[in-house]
């Protein structure tokens, strides 16, 4: 077995539950189904993960960092810094010399 899940017969304290809870992370999952005889109407999955930000990106989970929204950039200055990247790659290739098949 990979980890023992610990029991604790002291009281823990709402901050003790929740740093073990941030630390370990927690995952949640649920289906929904609706059906009316035998046939499928509605089928909703929910799956939720409650971590701290070093065990999401422990994880590989790093999607805040990239978000415009959340990261604190504006659209407009990514919008510029891509532009500048795809004129870079265009003057790269219109610098090397063509090849003749």
Sequence with gaps: MAEAIAKST???TLADVLSLVLDKGIVICGDIQIKLADVDLLTIKIRLLVCGVDKAKEMGIDWWERDSFLSGKTRDEEREKKIEELE???KKLEAKPKQEF
């Design 10 to 12: 002291a009281g823990d």
């Design 88 to 90: 870079k790659k265009v």
